[in-house]
């Protein structure tokens, strides 16, 4: 039992006050969006509550479809006689009518096309499936076990190893001329 709140039935759709806004104004650059709101609203008082977020919406509603054209910020009507807006890119190549009678070929499928089969060759059997082995092993390299049981060795002389590589041992100088 949601109650939305509707414009008043005497408020003409927003497109058309736009559109008023517009035409209404002498100046011949257009109006920009605060100017266009502040004519709605001195002309129909009784507005809705999301009357800013509207009136975005259908400016740039109006302004996609060409019936409204952006300059400097100010929305104004399209020329009649100018010529009409091309989109964005190249414009696609004039395609040449097709004669009378021609039947379209429908266009070649996605992906990689079947292998041709030559129907003089002989049938080739099927590739016979390989049994698993009767080893009871898997494929592959078989998977690394974690020893929690692993036992460290005693090191020689009590002391325990520190970590990295060991300093190198230091030799006895011999005596120079002995």
């Known amino acids: 039992m949601a109650t939305e709140e509707a414009a008043p039935p005497s408020l003409p759709q927003y497109p058309e006050l736009i559109l008023a806004a517009i035409e209404s104004a002498s100046d011949k650059n257009g109006l920009n969006k605060s100017s266009i709101s502040k004519h709605i609203e001195a002309t129909y008082g009784n507005l809705p509550a999301a009357h800013s977020t509207l009136l975005s919406y259908h400016l740039n509603n109006m302004k996609q479809s060409g019936q409204l054209i952006m300059l400097k910020n100010n929305y104004l009507k399209p020329d009649p006689d100018a010529p009409p807006r091309r989109g964005r890119g190249r414009p696609p190549k004039p395609k040449d009518p097709l004669p009378p009678g021609t039947v379209v070929s429908p266009p070649r499928p996605r992906g990689r096309p079947p292998k041709t089969v030559d129907p003089l060759a002989p049938p080739v059997s099927q590739p016979?499936?390989?049994?698993?082995?009767?080893?009871?092993?898997?494929?592959?390299?078989?998977p690394k076990t974690v020893n929690t049981t692993m036992k460290v060795a005693p090191v020689a002389?009590?002391?325990?190893?520190?970590?990295?590589?060991?300093?190198?041992?230091?030799?006895?100088a011999a005596p120079v001329g002995a």
Do not use: L
Not at 128 to 142: H, L
């Open 157 to 172: 002389d009590g002391a325990r190893r520190g970590r990295g590589r060991p300093p190198k041992a230091k030799m006895a």
């Open 128 to 142: 016979k499936k390989i049994a698993p082995p009767e080893s009871g092993r898997k494929r592959g390299r078989p």
